[in-house]
Protein backbone atom coordinates (compact mmCIF):
# COMPACT_ATOMS: atom_id res chain seq x y z
CA UNK A 1 0.00 0.00 0.00
CA UNK A 2 1.52 3.10 -1.22
CA UNK A 3 1.61 6.10 1.51
CA UNK A 4 0.27 10.00 -0.25
CA UNK A 5 3.75 11.51 0.16
CA UNK A 6 5.29 8.62 -1.91
CA UNK A 7 3.25 9.43 -4.98
CA UNK A 8 3.79 10.76 -8.27
CA UNK A 9 2.57 11.94 -11.13
CA UNK A 10 2.68 9.14 -14.06
CA UNK A 11 0.48 7.34 -16.86
CA UNK A 12 0.50 3.92 -15.17
CA UNK A 13 -2.79 2.84 -13.69
CA UNK A 14 -0.81 1.00 -10.16
CA UNK A 15 -1.38 2.94 -7.53
CA UNK A 16 -2.74 1.10 -4.49
CA UNK A 17 -3.84 3.70 -1.40
CA UNK A 18 -6.00 3.89 1.28
CA UNK A 19 -7.14 7.87 2.64
CA UNK A 20 -9.78 9.89 4.08
CA UNK A 21 -12.18 12.37 2.32
CA UNK A 22 -12.13 15.08 3.71
CA UNK A 23 -14.03 17.52 1.59
CA UNK A 24 -15.99 17.27 -1.64
CA UNK A 25 -16.78 20.37 -3.86
CA UNK A 26 -19.11 20.78 -6.47
CA UNK A 27 -20.22 18.26 -8.61
CA UNK A 28 -19.79 19.30 -12.14
CA UNK A 29 -20.77 17.91 -15.45
CA UNK A 30 -18.13 16.62 -18.14
CA UNK A 31 -20.15 16.11 -21.26
CA UNK A 32 -22.30 12.80 -20.06
CA UNK A 33 -19.92 12.53 -17.13
CA UNK A 34 -20.38 13.76 -13.72
CA UNK A 35 -17.46 15.15 -11.87
CA UNK A 36 -16.44 15.84 -8.22
CA UNK A 37 -12.88 17.69 -6.82
CA UNK A 38 -12.25 16.19 -3.78
CA UNK A 39 -9.28 16.72 -0.65
CA UNK A 40 -8.59 13.45 0.81
CA UNK A 41 -5.41 12.82 2.83
CA UNK A 42 -3.59 10.08 4.85
CA UNK A 43 -1.06 10.19 7.90
CA UNK A 44 2.10 11.22 5.38
CA UNK A 45 0.08 13.75 2.50
CA UNK A 46 -2.99 15.25 1.32
CA UNK A 47 -4.09 15.11 -2.56
CA UNK A 48 -6.58 16.42 -4.75
CA UNK A 49 -8.87 13.43 -5.63
CA UNK A 50 -10.99 13.23 -8.99
CA UNK A 51 -14.02 11.66 -8.96
CA UNK A 52 -16.49 10.00 -11.69
CA UNK A 53 -19.77 8.89 -12.40
CA UNK A 54 -21.83 7.87 -9.96
CA UNK A 55 -18.78 7.58 -7.78
CA UNK A 56 -19.18 11.43 -7.05
CA UNK A 57 -22.69 10.49 -4.90
CA UNK A 58 -21.31 7.43 -3.55
CA UNK A 59 -19.12 8.63 -1.43
CA UNK A 60 -19.40 11.58 1.46
CA UNK A 61 -16.72 13.43 3.60
CA UNK A 62 -15.44 11.06 6.59
CA UNK A 63 -15.40 7.86 4.19
CA UNK A 64 -12.68 6.36 4.34
CA UNK A 65 -11.42 4.91 0.97
CA UNK A 66 -9.15 1.95 -0.89
CA UNK A 67 -8.17 3.06 -3.96
CA UNK A 68 -6.62 0.39 -6.42
CA UNK A 69 -5.04 0.39 -9.77
CA UNK A 70 -5.18 4.14 -9.48
CA UNK A 71 -3.69 7.11 -11.69
CA UNK A 72 -1.50 10.44 -10.44
CA UNK A 73 -2.03 12.33 -13.65
CA UNK A 74 -3.26 15.78 -15.26
CA UNK A 75 -6.73 16.10 -15.66
CA UNK A 76 -7.56 20.10 -17.07
CA UNK A 77 -4.11 21.43 -16.09
CA UNK A 78 -4.92 20.42 -12.22
CA UNK A 79 -2.57 17.54 -11.34
CA UNK A 80 -5.07 14.50 -9.44
CA UNK A 81 -5.50 11.24 -8.28
CA UNK A 82 -7.91 8.73 -9.65
CA UNK A 83 -9.25 5.28 -10.89
CA UNK A 84 -8.71 6.03 -14.36
CA UNK A 85 -10.20 3.35 -16.26
CA UNK A 86 -9.00 0.33 -14.78
CA UNK A 87 -8.74 1.57 -10.80
CA UNK A 88 -11.36 0.91 -8.53
CA UNK A 89 -12.53 2.77 -6.12
CA UNK A 90 -14.44 1.61 -2.53
CA UNK A 91 -15.27 2.37 0.87
CA UNK A 92 -13.78 0.53 3.59
CA UNK A 93 -14.79 2.38 6.85
CA UNK A 94 -15.53 6.19 8.22
CA UNK A 95 -14.27 9.10 10.40
CA UNK A 96 -11.24 6.64 12.28
CA UNK A 97 -8.34 7.25 10.02
CA UNK A 98 -5.22 9.94 11.45
CA UNK A 99 -4.72 12.80 8.34
CA UNK A 100 -2.29 15.37 7.87
CA UNK A 101 -2.97 17.77 4.93
CA UNK A 102 0.26 19.11 4.37
CA UNK A 103 2.22 18.54 1.98
CA UNK A 104 -0.85 18.72 -0.49
CA UNK A 105 1.28 16.30 -3.42
CA UNK A 106 -1.21 18.35 -5.91
CA UNK A 107 0.41 21.73 -5.11
CA UNK A 108 4.15 20.73 -6.27
CA UNK A 109 5.56 21.24 -9.63
CA UNK A 110 6.84 18.19 -10.89
CA UNK A 111 9.12 17.78 -14.12
CA UNK A 112 10.76 15.15 -15.73
CA UNK A 113 13.68 13.87 -14.01
CA UNK A 114 16.73 14.15 -16.13
CA UNK A 115 18.25 10.74 -15.51
CA UNK A 116 15.06 8.81 -15.84
CA UNK A 117 12.65 10.79 -18.86
CA UNK A 118 9.82 8.41 -17.83
CA UNK A 119 9.81 9.57 -13.96
CA UNK A 120 9.13 12.87 -12.58
CA UNK A 121 10.70 14.36 -9.70
CA UNK A 122 9.49 17.36 -7.30
CA UNK A 123 10.69 20.97 -8.38
CA UNK A 124 9.09 23.30 -6.15
CA UNK A 125 6.55 23.34 -3.74
CA UNK A 126 3.29 25.68 -5.20
CA UNK A 127 1.47 25.87 -2.18
CA UNK A 128 1.78 23.52 1.02
CA UNK A 129 -1.78 23.70 1.39
CA UNK A 130 -4.76 23.29 -0.83
CA UNK A 131 -5.36 26.47 -2.71
CA UNK A 132 -8.75 24.48 -3.93
CA UNK A 133 -9.88 23.95 -0.64
CA UNK A 134 -8.68 26.12 2.59
CA UNK A 135 -7.71 24.31 5.71
CA UNK A 136 -9.98 23.26 7.68
CA UNK A 137 -10.33 24.90 11.41
Not at 34 to 56: I, P, R, S
Not at 94 to 111: C, D, L
Request: with cysteine; hydrophobic share 40%.
Amino acid sequence: MLLLKDIVPAAQNNIDTKFILLEKGRTALEGQNKTCLALVADETAAVHYQFWGDECDAFETGDIVHLTNGIFSYHHSNLVLRAGRRGKVQKVGEFTMAYVETPNMSEIHWIPDPNNSKKYVQEYVISPQSRIFPSMP
